[in-house]
C-alpha cells in the first residue's frame, strides 16, 4: 500500500508527500517541540515516576496537574513545587473526578497539552494457591485491571477532549498522550497474572487508540519500564533491592525515576513518536 499523504488542514504541503528535499526536512525538525510553556496533567503524580514527570515538567517551564488520590501526598508535593503545579485529589476511575481534575486544570492554566498516566497498582497472588487449595480473588483481579486499564483509558479519552480544543500548531498538533505499561506485559512473573494482564491490556490499547486520536492530531506511546527505584521497590529490603538490581544486564541498577520523566520528555518533543511501546529497562528480561 502507498503512504498515505498528509490529511488536508494537518499543517504539511502536498509537496511533503512528494519530495524530501533538504528544506522540507529541516522544516520538519524544526518542528520538534520544547515542554516550555505546554500544560500537562500526570496521574499518580504524587510518587514514583509520576511524581518525577510532574518535576521535570516544571523545571522545564511547563505546568503540571499532579492527579492523585485524596490521600496522597499530592498536596504538600504540589505547594514544594510552587505556583506551577497543581494538585487535583482524583480517583482515576471515576468519570466525574478526572472531568474535575481537568476542569481544574483548564480554569487554572487555560488548556492541556500533555496527559501522561502513571496512576496504577499492582497485586502479587498465584492463579490458584494449590496448598491452600486457594484461587486468585476475583475481587483482587477485577480491581487491578479496572485501576490500571480502565482508570488509563478514562483519563486518555476525557483529556482527548481537552486537547481537541487546542489551536494546531504547524505539524497539525494538539497533544500527547503517555501510557505506563510495563515490562511485565511480555515477561509476566510467577504471581503477576492480573498485573501481566493490565499492562497487557494498555500495551494493546496503544496503537488503536494512536489511530483513533491520529485525526484530532494527538499522539499517543506507551513506557514500559523495567525496575526503578520508587517508593514501591523502596519499601523492599536492600538485600532484595540489590538482587533485583543485578538482573540488569546494563547499567546493572534500578532505573531512576528522573529516566522515565526525561523519556516522557523526548516523546514530547519528538513528532515522529506515535502507536509504539517503547521498553525502558536497561535490557531485562524477567526471569519467570
Ligand atoms: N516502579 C517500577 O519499577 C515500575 C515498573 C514498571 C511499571 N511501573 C508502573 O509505573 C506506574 C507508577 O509506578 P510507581 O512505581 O511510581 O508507583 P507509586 O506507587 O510510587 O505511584 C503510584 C501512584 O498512583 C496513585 N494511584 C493509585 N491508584 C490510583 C487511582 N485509582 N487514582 C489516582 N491515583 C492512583 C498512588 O496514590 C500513587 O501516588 C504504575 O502504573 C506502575 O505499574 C512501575
Redesign the pocket.
Known amino acids: 500500500m502507498a503512504a498515505a499523504c498528509p490529511r488536508p488542514g494537518d499543517g504539511l504541503s502536498g509537496s511533503d508527500c512528494r519530495g524530501q528535499d533538504s528544506s522540507s526536512r529541516s522544516r520538519k525538525m524544526a518542528a520538534l517541540r520544547s515542554l516550555k510553556g505546554m500544560v500537562g496533567i500526570v496521574?499518580?503524580g504524587?510518587?514514583?515516576?509520576?511524581r518525577a514527570t510532574v518535576e521535570r515538567l516544571v523545571q522545564q517551564g511547563a505546568s503540571a496537574v499532579m492527579?492523585?488520590?485524596p490521600t496522597?501526598e499530592g498536596s504538600n508535593v504540589a505547594k514544594a513545587l510552587g505556583n506551577q503545579c497543581l494538585f487535583t485529589p482524583?480517583?482515576?476511575?471515576s468519570e466525574a473526578d478526572v472531568k474535575n481534575a481537568l476542569a481544574m486544570a483548564r480554569e487554572k492554566f487555560g488548556r492541556l497539552d500533555i496527559a501522561v498516566n502513571?496512576?496504577?497498582?499492582?497485586v502479587a497472588v498465584k492463579t490458584y494457591n494449590a496448598k491452600k487449595e486457594l484461587p486468585h480473588s476475583l475481587e483482587d483481579f477485577q480491581r487491578v485491571i479496572t485501576?490500571?486499564i480502565a482508570?488509563t483509558f478514562n483519563v486518555i479519552r476525557l483529556a482527548a477532549g481537552e486537547m481537541g480544543k487546542n489551536e494546531p500548531d504547524p505539524d497539525g498538533h494538539r497533544g500527547v498522550i503517555v501510557n505506563?505499561a510495563?515490562?511485565a506485559a511480555f515477561d509476566g512473573q510467577v504471581g503477576q497474572a492480573a498485573y501481566s494482564a493490565s499492562k497487557g491490556g494498555i500495551v494493546g490499547m496503544t496503537l488503536p487508540i494512536a489511530r483513533d486520536l491520529a485525526p484530532m492530531g494527538i499522539r499517543v506511546v506507551t513506557i514500559a519500564?523495567?525496575?526503578?527505584a520508587?517508593?514501591?521497590?523502596a519499601g523492599l529490603p536492600e538485600k532484595v533491592r540489590t538482587f533485583l538490581a543485578r538482573q540488569v544486564p546494563f547499567p546493572s541498577r534500578l532505573g531512576d525515576p528522573g529516566e522515565y520523566a526525561h523519556l516522557v520528555q523526548a516523546i514530547v518533543e519528538n513528532p515522529m513518536l506515535n502507536g509504539e511501546v517503547i521498553r525502558l529497562d536497561g535490557a531485562i528480561r524477567m526471569q519467570p
Open positions: 496521574t499518580g504524587a510518587s514514583g515516576l509520576g492527579l492523585d488520590l496522597s482524583a480517583d482515576v476511575t502513571c496512576a496504577g497498582i499492582a485501576v490500571n482508570g505506563t510495563s515490562v519500564p523495567g525496575l526503578f520508587t517508593p514501591l521497590l
